[in-house]
């Protein structure tokens, strides 16, 4: 069993940076890899960002490669992602998610626990 609590979301300019932090707490969760993923109104849950490999590479979308950056502190068991150079079409309900260590990376079936998410305004 792992929970999950997302925080950091608000409502910010073109160019603005966020900062989202993910909680984890459960007796497994160090079995479990961790990953982002967005929804915006009326379109699908999409993948954003994890790691794998032992939490030693990081994964991104091709829309955010460049400007988002994963990373977790295991003594917290907290896992960021820092959002830089933000854009309108960042604008969505971003959700922390775990999964199996060595299941699907990009694969949201995969994923086995959710938050319950925390939404991101881009404006312009």
């Known amino acids: 069993q792992v929970q999950l609590i997302e925080s950091g979301g608000g409502l910010v300019q073109v160019g603005a940076s966020l900062r989202l932090s993910c909680a984890a707490s459960?007796?497994?969760?160090?079995?479990?890899?961790m990953g982002w993923f967005r929804q915006a109104p009326g379109k699908e849950r999409e993948f954003v960002s994890t790691l794998m490999g032992g939490d030693s590479i990081q994964d991104y979308a091709d829309s955010v490669k460049g400007r988002f950056t994963i990373s977790r502190d295991n003594a917290k068991n907290t896992v960021y992602l820092q959002m830089n150079r933000l854009k309108p079409e960042d604008t969505a309900v971003y959700y922390c998610a775990a999964r199996p260590r060595m299941g699907r990376v990009r694969d949201r079936a995969t994923y086995a626990y959710w938050g319950q998410g925390t939404q991101v305004t881009v404006s312009s």
């Open positions: 459960g007796r497994t969760v160090s079995s479990y890899a």
